[in-house]
């Protein structure tokens, strides 16, 4: 995607600390955002960089943070025992930048990064020779970041916490992201020279700035064009607006491609889903996971697709809630029906209002219109299953299979006592309680209670 190279560029994420104000038992850069973890928001944006190796620093939760991370990200670990700031978290990771000339620093807490803004960073650090460069934003509201404090000529002279700032420092709109790329010669000698004399007693990697302009080095703040995309994450108000942040972007995608979206701001769709072109949204619809729905669909309003195919020309009605199931094309589900895992509907299937199907094939063409349980079974071609019917799979210990051939016509309120097989053709009658093999063709059904007609019956009346 990135046409460039970072081949002498190390990056260090940072993501030991706890998130104290997530208020959390989960190491904040674990939390997510639409489907994926704060941390690989950052990986991922990272990963297209062709940087020469990621490392991240953990040690808040350190095992649950590298237990998160798929095998198929390549990164080193760093760890930091003890939180004692961000200066102190990139000094931990002198080792894995041994050969790099230059080392990006990106805080795990900042996942809403793109790429090519990182891209023009490590290019304007790279062609103007310059020895810090961090990555700034305008903010209306600089709450909670640190302050760009520039001299009379704009060049950068510090980096001021909110915490140690006074009055007019606050007035300052130009904040720090976190985000910096440093020469790797100067940087772990700056490190070793920052002071925790601050409100946090922390050793703060900005701090390197004062020292390193007071040495005349050569340093320089590109601002970013979307400050949005600096969002650090350190509370759950702040996640919410990040994931608000995404969603508009992820919808804004989608739209581009050809998908329409029914009062988009109610809609929620994961980074992992695929959406084929000609497909409607509609409104409070939440598509979860690595989803995939094709070309020419209509989903909701208010349904839920998690972990699911759906193939094109697909409807899935209001309320319905699938689950790890496949919808082949052209089948129609709900409104309210409920596919549980290991649901899978071949071609032109349809599935009505409560109707509840887990771990079976339906063949292509039939029909489960109504008010039904299928479980553990297996559904021919063109079959109908009346309202009301129940496949009962469960005998309280184990699950049993249900097996109904091609061109089935179940009456309504059947119930098949499972283990069960069904020949092609049969009918079972309304009401039948099947326990036992159906033969193909035929009428089969159990014996009914004789109806018998009450003549002198009265109602009862109120007294
Ligand atoms: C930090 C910056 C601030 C900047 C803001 C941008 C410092 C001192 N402040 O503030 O200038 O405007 O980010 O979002 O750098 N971490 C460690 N080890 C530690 C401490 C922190 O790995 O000992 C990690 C955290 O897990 C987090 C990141 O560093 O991912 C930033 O730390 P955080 O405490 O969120 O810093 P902020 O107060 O947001
Ligand atoms: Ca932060």
């Not at 190796?53 to 390549?74: E, F, L, P, R, Y």
């Not at 790429?115 to 790279?126: G, N, Q, V, W």
């Not at 080095?217 to 995309?229: R, T």
Request: glycine content about 10%; hydrophobic content about 35%; aromatic content about 4%.
């Amino acid at each position: 995607m990135i046409p460039y190279s970072f081949s002498d560029v190390q990056v260090l994420v940072l993501a030991a600390g706890q998130g104290t104000r997530m208020r959390s038992a989960k190491p904040k850069v674990l939390h997510e955002l639409l489907g994926k973890s704060m941390l690989e928001h950052v990986l991922i944006t990272l990963e297209s960089l062709n940087v020469a190796g990621i490392s991240i620093v953990t040690g808040h939760g350190s095992s649950q943070v590298q237990a998160s991370i798929n095998m198929h990200h390549q990164v080193g670990w760093v760890l930091q025992a003890e939180q004692l700031g961000t200066g102190h978290a990139v000094q931990q990771g002198e080792l894995s930048c041994a050969d790099a000339e230059h080392v990006l620093i990106v805080c795990g807490d900042t996942p809403l990064l793109r790429s090519e803004t990182l891209a023009k960073l490590l290019k304007e650090h790279i062609t103007s020779s310059a020895d810090i460069s961090l990555l700034s934003a305008f903010q209306d509201k600089p709450h909670g970041y640190g302050r760009v404090v520039r001299d009379e000529h704009g060049s950068m002279l510090h980096i001021v916490e909110e915490r140690d700032a006074d009055e007019s420092t606050r007035a300052i709109q130009e904040v720090s992201s976190g985000i910096f790329c440093v020469r790797k010669s100067i940087l772990f000698d700056y490190l070793k020279k920052v002071d925790n004399n601050n409100e946090q007693a922390e050793y703060y990697l900005p701090s390197i700035v004062s020292l390193a302009a007071n040495d005349g080095c050569k340093l320089q703040a590109s601002q970013m064009d979307d400050a949005d995309e600096m969002l650090g994450i350190n509370d759950r108000s702040q996640l919410r607006q990040a994931i608000k942040v995404l969603q508009a972007r992820v919808v804004m995608d989608w739209e581009s491609q050809g998908v329409s979206i029914e009062q988009a701001e109610t809609v929620r769709i994961d980074v992992s889903v695929h959406i084929g072109t000609d497909t409607l949204i509609r409104s409070g619809t939440q598509l979860l996971g690595n989803t995939h729905i094709g070309d020419g669909c209509d989903i909701g309003p208010y349904a839920v697709v998690d972990r699911s195919w759906v193939d094109d020309d697909v409807n899935i009605h209001a309320f319905s809630h699938v689950e790890c199931a496949h919808i082949s094309m052209r089948g129609e589900v709900g409104p309210y029906a409920r596919l549980r895992p290991d649901a899978h509907l071949d071609e032109g299937v349809k599935i009505g209002n409560f109707v509840e199907i887990k771990k079976a094939v339906i063949g292509e063409g039939s029909k489960v219109n109504h008010l039904s349980y299928i479980g553990d079974t297996e559904i021919g071609k063109n079959c109908n299953i009346g309202a009301g019917s129940i496949t009962c799979n469960y005998d309280g210990a184990n699950k049993h299979r249900t097996v109904i051939g091609d061109d089935v016509f179940v009456g309504s309120g059947t119930r098949l006592i499972a283990p069960v097989e069904v020949g092609d053709g049969a009918t079972l009658g309304a009401g039948s309680i099947i326990t036992r093999d159906v033969q193909k063709h035929g009428l089969t059904l159990s014996v009914r209670s004789e109806q018998r007609y009450v003549k002198d019956w009265k109602r009862a009346t109120k007294k």
